[in-house]
């Protein structure tokens, strides 16, 4: 499997593309009025405390307080292994309100929700993850060669002798590093520290003490793998900072990334911007003619598997087990490259063999083995339904790209015309009973009125026998199918 990482870069908006084998899998997009905030560090200060939620709010100087759980709250001193789920911790006796304390992001705004924060602070380099308020070494569960897993804790374990205090996992990336390289990463780190340190002691509430990379940058940090085999970026000055970047802390990886100074959008190249474009439809269509259907909703996401168009060519069973099982390949990849995340439930089209059933589950959990993002899995219940969770830490592509559409406030659906009509109907008896009007003037979309004026005229004659007063009509073009107004006249 070959890798590549695409970078366009515009002055306003930075977007990363990661593509296998010349399919987008991954998209990230930050813009400069809208920068994530996950792993960044603020000084905060509490300003409400809630007992019965086991939780406070703290001002970090966003547009909405953020939220931290007592369960995020570590005690100088002590092992946040030790208590961090600890039940019995009570939040009154670890925060109190107008308490200054500093505090990271570990999941962006989401919707009407605040950010979440922790204060057991982490920094991540290439290789480790530095943890000042822990003193031990652990391994990422990603590293499975137990020999590989030893030598790592071995070289940080010997190099940590000659630090002061804090702890190191080491990163999945860490995998077959040298030991000059993850000791470069450790010193990093612990001067990284020492200035976020000295300006956490004369920062104000409100204020950012450390702000993480940017898009960029952080990519290169996180996502370059064995696997990847170029990077190429189409701005130039983007470009310098990356490989500045890759000279300083990944030697011998520069090699791999390329300016692209093409006429042609490098996005357009890949066929990017089609693939954009897809991921925000309710549809998703398989090779074999199924399809599945996608729904964002405040509490989870559901995915419903269509057989389509697909006949199969044996039986019933064998043509459900063959869409089922590309739908579940097709999903794992559709939950990445929408960054669907929470609850997620999958209505597979029922199946009655159980080795088909365990099949399906499994070609679900070997594609989602790719994705950088915690996954949970439960068994096919019996009512054919599939319950995970994704682990979600920014916005959805969705919620980045769009918004709520105006005219049908997020429902999906309008009003039909005739409904509508029926609706002036009812208004036209009401004011007409109520206002002493010498005629009636219904203000509407040009369909509803269309519909009003046709199909709909006999009963219109009637109800104007029925008033006793004429009924005219305005034409509003601004007016969407639902709006409409009944004024007296």
Same mark, same amino acid.
């Given at each position: 499997m070959? +890798?590549?990482i695409?970078?366009?870069?515009?002055?306003?908006e930075?977007?990363v593309?990661?593509?296998?084998?010349?399919?987008? $899998?991954?998209?990230f997009?930050?813009r400069?009025a809208?920068?994530? @905030?996950? *792993?960044?560090?603020?000084?905060?200060?509490?300003?409400?405390v809630?007992?019965?939620?086991?939780?406070a709010?703290?001002?970090?100087?966003l547009?909405r307080?953020?939220?931290?759980?007592?369960?995020?709250?570590?005690q100088?001193?002590?092992?946040?292994g030790?208590?961090?789920?600890?039940?019995?911790?009570?939040?009154?006796r670890?925060?109190?309100e107008?308490?200054e304390i500093?505090?990271?992001?570990?999941?962006d705004?989401?919707?009407?929700?605040?950010a979440?924060?922790? !204060? $057991?602070? !982490?920094?991540?380099?290439?290789y480790?993850?530095?943890?000042?308020?822990?003193?031990?070494?652990?391994?990422?569960q990603?590293?499975?060669?137990?020999?590989?897993?030893?030598?790592?804790r071995?070289?940080?374990s010997?190099?940590?002798?000659?630090?002061?205090s804090?702890?190191?996992?080491a990163?999945?990336?860490?995998?077959?590093?040298?030991?000059?390289?993850?000791?470069?990463?450790?010193?990093?780190?612990?001067?990284l520290?020492d200035?976020?340190?000295?300006?956490?002691?004369a920062?104000?509430?409100?204020?950012?003490?450390?702000?993480?990379?940017?898009?960029?940058?952080?990519?290169?940090r996180?996502?370059? *793998?064995?696997?990847?085999?170029?990077?190429?970026?189409d701005?130039?000055?983007?470009y310098q900072r990356?490989?500045?970047?890759?000279?300083?802390?990944?030697?011998?990886?520069?090699?791999?990334?390329?300016?692209?100074p093409?006429?042609?959008?490098?996005?357009?190249?890949y066929?990017i911007?089609?693939?954009?474009?897809?991921?925000?439809?309710?549809?998703v269509q398989?090779?074999s003619?199924g399809?599945?259907i996608?729904?964002? !909703?405040?509490?989870m996401?559901?995915?419903?598997?269509?057989t389509?168009?697909?006949?199969?060519?044996?039986? @019933?069973?064998?043509?459900i087990?063959k869409?089922?099982?590309?739908a579940?390949?097709?999903?794992a990849? #559709?939950?990445?490259l929408?960054?669907? *995340?929470?609850?997620?439930?999958i209505d597979?089209?029922?199946?009655?063999?159980d080795e088909?059933?365990? #099949?399906? @589950?499994?070609?679900l959990?070997?594609? @989602?083995?790719?994705?950088h993002?915690? !996954?949970?899995?439960? +068994?096919?219940?019996?009512?054919?339904?599939?319950?995970?969770?994704?682990?979600?830490?920014?916005?959805s592509?969705?919620h980045?790209l769009?918004?709520?559409?105006?005219?049908?406030s997020?429902?999906g659906?309008?009003?039909?015309?005739?409904?509508?009509?029926y609706?002036?109907?009812?208004?036209?008896?009401?004011?007409?009973?109520q206002?002493?009007?010498?005629?009636l003037?219904?203000?509407?979309?040009?369909?509803v009125?269309d519909?009003?004026?046709?199909?709909?005229?006999a009963?219109?004659?009637?109800?104007?026998?029925?008033i *006793?007063?004429?009924i005219?009509?305005?034409?509003?073009?601004?007016?969407? #199918?639902? #709006?409409?107004?009944?004024v007296?006249?």
């Amino acid at each position: 499997m070959s +890798e590549e990482i695409l970078i366009n870069v515009t002055p306003r908006e930075t977007r990363v593309a990661l593509v296998e084998n010349g399919v987008l $899998q991954e998209i990230f997009i930050e813009r400069a009025a809208k920068r994530g @905030l996950v *792993g960044n560090i603020y000084r905060g200060k509490v300003c409400r405390v809630l007992p019965g939620m086991q939780a406070a709010f703290v001002d970090v100087g966003l547009e909405r307080a953020a939220f931290l759980h007592a369960s995020d709250v570590v005690q100088r001193g002590v092992d946040p292994g030790g208590h961090e789920h600890d039940s019995a911790t009570d939040i009154t006796r670890l925060l109190h309100e107008g308490q200054e304390i500093s505090v990271q992001v570990i999941k962006d705004p989401l919707g009407t929700k605040g950010a979440r924060l922790t !204060t $057991q602070i !982490t920094i991540p380099s290439r290789y480790l993850v530095f943890i000042p308020e822990v003193g031990n070494v652990g391994i990422s569960q990603k590293i499975e060669d137990e020999t590989e897993r030893v030598r790592l804790r071995d070289v940080i374990s010997l190099f940590m002798s000659e630090q002061d205090s804090g702890g190191f996992i080491a990163r999945t990336a860490a995998e077959g590093a040298s030991a000059e390289a993850l000791r470069g990463d450790m010193m990093f780190l612990r001067k990284l520290w020492d200035a976020i340190s000295a300006s956490e002691a004369a920062a104000a509430p409100g204020s950012v003490i450390y702000e993480d990379l940017p898009l960029s940058i952080r990519v290169m940090r996180d996502l370059l *793998g064995d696997q990847v085999e170029r990077v190429r970026i189409d701005s130039r000055e983007s470009y310098q900072r990356v490989q500045e970047f890759c000279n300083r802390f990944m030697p011998g990886l520069p090699a791999l990334v390329e300016y692209y100074p093409g006429e042609r959008p490098i996005f357009d190249i890949y066929g990017i911007e089609d693939e954009i474009h897809k991921a925000l439809e309710r549809k998703v269509q398989l090779k074999s003619g199924g399809y599945l259907i996608l729904d964002q !909703t405040e509490a989870m996401t559901t995915a419903d598997v269509n057989t389509g168009g697909y006949v199969g060519h044996r039986n @019933l069973e064998e043509t459900i087990f063959k869409t089922n099982l590309e739908a579940a390949q097709a999903l794992a990849r #559709q939950l990445r490259l929408r960054n669907l *995340g929470g609850i997620i439930i999958i209505d597979f089209i029922d199946m009655s063999d159980d080795e088909h059933k365990r #099949q399906v @589950l499994r070609a679900l959990e070997k594609c @989602l083995d790719k994705d950088h993002a915690r !996954t949970q899995i439960t +068994e096919v219940s019996s009512l054919g339904l599939v319950e995970m969770t994704r682990k979600r830490t920014r916005e959805s592509l969705e919620h980045v790209l769009c918004e709520t559409c105006p005219t049908c406030s997020g429902r999906g659906t309008l009003k039909t015309p005739e409904t509508v009509c029926y609706e002036i109907f009812r208004e036209i008896l009401r004011e007409s009973r109520q206002f002493d009007a010498q005629q009636l003037l219904v203000l509407a979309s040009q369909e509803v009125v269309d519909l009003l004026l046709d199909e709909e005229s006999a009963s219109l004659a009637e109800l104007e026998a029925f008033i *006793g007063k004429p009924i005219k009509f305005q034409v509003e073009a601004l007016y969407t #199918q639902e #709006q409409y107004d009944v004024v007296p006249l």
